[in-house]
Nanobody, 124 residues
Framework: QVQLVESGGGLVQAGGSLRLSCIVF????????MAWFRQAPGKEREFVAS?????YYLDSVKGRFTISRDNAKNTVYLQMNSLKSEDTAIYYC????????????????????WGQGTQVTVSS
């Protein structure tokens, strides 16, 4: 059984930084596509970033957010800099047992495992 556990969320002022972590228990982390999605109140869940054969980012976070992974620690990170109030959301870690390039990395329904989410609140 695969379990994802996120941490690192919190309250930060606009312009500040946070680093989210997601540890994966079980499975074979090194072969997984790993991603971060987020969901703001009243909005649908949206893709933020993924790492597979390539890395992908939501346009609005390019240059501010960086996704990285440490296969030795079964952990994926999301470094978030220059945070804005519109980044406020619950952030979810997701894992997929496939690797691919292109659009599939951005489709939430194609991911196999999900974490419980961590709240990020950016005050303006």
């Amino acid at each position: 059984q695969v379990q994802l556990v996120e941490s690192g969320g919190g309250l930060v002022q606009a312009g500040g930084s946070l680093r989210l972590s997601c540890i994966v228990f079980g499975g074979t982390f090194s072969i997984y596509t790993m991603a971060w999605f987020r969901q703001a109140p009243g909005k649908e869940r949206e893709f933020v970033a993924s790492t597979s054969w390539d890395t992908y980012y939501l346009d609005s976070v390019k240059g501010r957010f960086t996704i990285s992974r440490d296969n030795a620690k079964n952990t994926v990170y999301l470094q978030m800099n220059s945070l804005k109030s519109e980044d406020t959301a619950i952030y979810y870690c997701a894992a997929a047992t496939w690797r691919s390039t292109g659009w599939r990395n951005k489709v939430a329904e194609d991911y196999d495992y999900w974490g419980q989410g961590t709240q990020v609140t950016v005050s303006s």
